[in-house]
């Protein structure tokens, strides 16, 4: 695992949006595996930056998201849909034909997960997958375990997610209370794998999922196990790791 330590929130961003726009000058077709939350937005933002000043070209490239939530419309203001095409895809030059995320308004839990999943495969994996930290270790929906979940699957939302997804929105009847999301498999399997991680709240985590031993307790803790990953991290983040 390679470790790049960066100054800040926004050194951290640069840094990331450094690595994928690289993966896309190298490889102008390649498949990006994508993450949603607060941390990857400011990558997001450089990566629009550059865009705009002609140093990307996103016409040839694929995204894969590694979920969503289960029952949520594309058009609520809080899928995975919205956030991506508000953060990123409606910035770039990128074909939303190109553009895969799990569909949520699919019932059939099963029909879905492999569909998704042969779709993932029949672009012929992830080239470069992008991946934020739980405060649990969770990568994705991929909550801590007793085993490595293994390909696309349904996962029912753990309480604490639910009431930390509460405020946005009406009611807590609202919140989704299942998601799909890329196992730990499916990420496993992306040839190169970026992880951003920004805040001192997340220092524990960090050292327990890159230092610790390999749990399914620690989802993120696999990543020790894959042959390219890197890690892109603040200074606070890294505080409780002797590096």
């Known amino acids: 695992m390679k470790i790049i330590k960066a100054k800040d929130y926004q050194d951290m961003s640069r840094k990331a949006a450094n690595i994928i726009s690289a993966q896309i ?9 994508l993450a949603t939350g607060s941390t990857p937005i400011g990558t997001y933002k450089q ?9 990307l070209d996103f ?15 594309r058009e609520n203001d809080q899928s995975y849909y919205y956030f991506m095409h508000n953060n990123l ?17 699919e019932p059939d839990s099963e029909k879905e997960c492999s569909r998704y999943e042969a779709l993932i495969q029949s672009l012929g994996g992830v080239d470069l997958q992008l991946l934020g930290l739980g405060h649990n270790g969770h990568i994705g929906f991929n909550e801590p375990e ?20 509460k405020r946005f929105f009406d009611s807590i009847d609202d919140v989704p209370k299942q998601a799909y999301t890329m196992g730990i498999k499916t990420i496993m399997m992306a040839k190169k794998i970026l992880i951003v991680v920004s805040g001192e709240d997340k220092a524990e985590i960090v050292k327990k999922a890159f230092f610790g ?20 991290a603040d200074e606070a983040a890294l505080s409780k790791c002797n590096i």
Not at 47 to 55: A, N, Q, R, S
Not at 146 to 165: G, M
Not at 220 to 230: E, F, G, K, R, Y
Request: glycine content about 6%.
């Open 89 to 105: 895809f409606d910035y770039v030059n990128i074909n939303p034909e190109r553009t895969h995320l799990p569909n949520g308004m």
């Open 59 to 73: 016409g040839d490239v694929t995204t894969v998201n590694l979920d969503e939530y289960k029952g949520l419309p």
């Open 213 to 232: 031993p390999v749990t399914p307790q620690v989802p993120a803790s696999i990543l020790q196990m894959h042959p390219d990953v890197t890690l892109v």
């Open 146 to 165: 007793e085993a490595f979940e293994t390909v696309t699957h349904c996962v029912d939302l753990q309480q604490r997610t639910i009431e930390a997804n």
């Open 25 to 33: 000058i190298m490889k102008s077709d390649c498949v990006l595996g």
């Open 47 to 55: 990566l629009i930056e550059w865009y705009d000043k002609g140093d």
